[in-house]
């Protein structure tokens, strides 16, 4: 058995568009350990959303593969043909996103839409029995099963995002990739939801990939992290290394600009410049037009992953 | 579903001052055109006393108002009044020929929404591909096309060259439909009758027609079925429905279709009303006894209560097909409320 459930390597998602290619995932190497949450940070646009989707190859026309692995147990997924990739998703690798609003079909029960996904995977299920299993799996999640009957208009968002997990969870996936899940939850929602993630977590012994751009959640569940920006990994490590010593320029300044309740600031703090152009991206390190410690050879050279400590930098005041 | 009955209890009503509208401006519009019923039924040279004689017998002497006055209330006692050139009540003329255009119409709609909607679907699946730009090109195309056209065209080639389909009537001369069960719907008489020579003559008599009339508003449908398809493919229960590992067809046809369907069964009630339109064309190119060409001969002869009482018809169809669809919408879309 392979203890790593994800390995991806060198992996590069091209969206050549009219104006050029957008190089939206550039030469990510990321490991998820069996059973770890991994946390996927970085501002909007920096590619972490479309590494999310690459790892079921669900990427939006006209996004394509332009190199690199995606290892699930140790096979290559962008090799697997469609039936593969088909068993894989929901079945496999489950994910939930980010609106749960409009993340279930209108026009559909909420039973139905379980009864759907289970016959999907499983060959000669009927669909009592199928929705027998729905209700035990919302059972698990505080949700009464007679909100099977309903459609999900009539349910309100945390319920909703509620659902999304027990239809992601009803099949017993062993990763489960959470793109932004809580952005459109209110706080008091949200800290529920993650509450009952970190359950869920340990019942269905699952490995999460948690994708967002807020620290605050990431640092509570997240026993690793990657760091993204514009479409590279700059910084990954343990979480409590990372947020304990962050090495990155990058990663400091996103530490930095959270408000701290504590400290008496006239003034947020702020990262100077905007992302950058990821059809032309700038030479050398992608951070450098708005890093402080900026040098010459930083204008030139891609800076490789150097391991610093207990965890991994890309960026030359390492080398 | 008491909130429904409701519904459609206000929408009726509300039908009824629209139709006063109508009538008045139709009432209004077939005495201002030139002519009347009395001088194309006796000719130019008949002697103004028998004309005069003529137009009181028909009530056309007195005041344009008091004819209005009068025709109302004939049409709040649900009577359309008689023929003003043939011995004839209005709503048996209409009753003669309607089943006829219902039964176009009906098929007309049926090839519009087979031919419109999958490959409109289909375009929006394989957007920018080859197959989508030739879908498209297709869709304007024959939406740009005059029905009638159209029509003279199958008919050469079908009708004429390969001599498949009959390119004039409901039947053919060995099919009498004097012998048919009373509907008036050929379809449905040759069914009741079990007459199975009949039913194969009465479709194939029908082919033509339909053919004609579908493929027109095929356009229309291709374009409305590819935007909304478009619009709703992006939509996040349609990646995670992917993400679930449903196939893709399913996903797309299912999924998608259905929720691209709700404004196309709105665009379908409003649609009726140039169905109806195509219909007129359709029946004189195809000599199909219905009720279009029947507005065109009495237009000619200015037969005044026969144009109003078929346009009534026309409108109090177009009326209900649109009540009709609301009702189908509220059934498939559970987060309608009336």
Not at chain 1, 101 to 115: A, E, H, K, Y
Request: some cysteine.
């Amino acid at each position: 058995m392979h203890s790593n459930i994800l390995e991806i390597e060198d992996l590069h998602v091209h969206f050549p568009i009219h104006i050029g290619t957008v190089r939206a995932v550039e030469n990510v190497t990321m490991t998820i350990p069996q059973g770890d949450v991994m946390g996927l940070v970085g501002e909007s646009g920096c590619g972490k959303s479309t590494l999310g989707f690459s790892i079921l190859r669900l990427l939006r026309p006209p996004g394509e593969f332009a190199g690199g692995q995606i290892r699930y147990h140790g096979r290559d997924i962008l090799q697997m043909n469609t039936k593969e990739v088909l068993d894989l998703r929901g079945k496999r690798i489950a994910m939930i996103f980010q609106d749960p609003l409009t993340s279930l079909n209108p026009l559909f029960r909420v039973g139905d839409q379980f009864v759907e996904a289970i016959q999907t995977h499983e060959n000669g299920v009927s669909k009592k029995e199928a929705l027998q299993r729905a209700a035990a799996t919302l059972e698990r999640l505080g949700i009464a099963p007679d909100r099977l009957q309903e459609y999900p208009h009539q349910m309100s968002g945390g319920m909703r995002q509620r659902i999304m997990i027990g239809m992601a969870l009803v099949l017993n996936p062993d990763l489960l990739i959470a793109d932004e899940p809580t952005t459109s939850l209110d706080v008091i929602v949200e800290a529920q939801f993650l509450d009952l993630l970190n359950e869920l977590r340990k019942q269905f012994n699952l490995t999460i990939l948690l994708i967002s751009h807020n620290l605050g959640i990431v640092a509570q569940m997240a026993d690793r992290i990657t760091v993204m920006y514009g479409g590279r990994v700059v910084e990954s490590g343990g979480a409590a290394a990372v947020f304990a010593e962050p090495r990155h320029p990058y990663t400091q300044g996103l530490l930095a600009s959270i408000p701290n309740i504590k400290l008496d600031q006239p003034q947020l703090r702020t990262m100077p410049g905007a992302p950058p152009d990821l059809v032309h991206p700038p030479p050398g390190c992608v951070f450098h037009p708005r890093c402080a410690y900026v040098e010459g050879i930083c204008r030139e050279q891609i800076p490789p992953a150097f391991k610093v400590g207990d965890h991994l930098t890309a960026c030359w005041r390492y080398g | 579903m008491k909130n429904l009955l409701r519904y459609v209890i206000t929408r009726t009503l509300l039908t009824i001052p629209m139709l006063f509208i109508l009538l008045t401006i139709v009432f209004v519009v077939v005495r201002i055109m030139p002519g009347d019923p009395v001088s194309s039924m006796l000719g130019g040279h008949a002697p103004q006393k028998v004309i005069d004689k003529k137009k009181e017998e028909l009530g056309l002497n007195r005041p344009l108002i008091v004819q209005y006055g009068s025709y109302l209330l004939q049409i709040c006692r649900l009577d359309l009044g008689d023929s003003m050139i043939f011995k004839q009540k209005v709503m048996d003329a209409i009753g003669d020929k309607l089943p006829a255009t219902i039964e176009l119409t009906f098929f007309g709609m049926l090839i519009t929404l087979v031919v419109g909607v999958p490959l409109g679907a289909y375009a929006a699946d394989k957007r920018r591909s080859a197959q989508d730009y030739g879908i498209r090109l297709y869709g304007i195309v024959i939406y740009c096309i005059p029905v009638y056209w159209l029509g003279l065209m199958l008919q050469m080639i079908f009708g004429i060259w390969l001599d498949i389909f009959p390119i004039a009537g409901r039947t053919g001369g060995h099919v009498f439909a004097s012998t048919f069960e009373q509907t008036g719907f050929y379809v449905l008489d040759t069914l009741l009758m079990r007459d199975f020579s009949a039913f194969g003559d009465v479709l194939v008599h029908l082919v033509l027609p339909s053919v004609t009339l579908g493929l027109t508003l095929s356009g229309i449908f291709i374009r409305l079925t590819r935007a909304n398809m478009l619009d709703v493919l992006k939509a996040d229960y349609i990646l995670a429905a992917e993400a679930r590992g449903i196939g893709h067809r399913r996903v797309v046809y299912k999924h998608g279709l259905l929720n691209a369907f709700v404004p196309i069964l709105t665009m379908m009630g409003l649609q009726v009303a140039l169905l109806m339109a195509g219909a007129l064309l359709t029946e004189t190119t195809f000599s199909w006894p219905g009720i279009g060409r029947l507005l065109l001969e009495r237009i000619y002869q200015r037969d005044y209560p026969t144009i109003q009482g078929v346009i009534v018809i026309f409108a109090i169809i177009v009326a209900l097909v649109s009540l009709v669809v609301d009702i189908i919408y509220a059934l498939i879309d559970p987060r309608v409320r009336y």
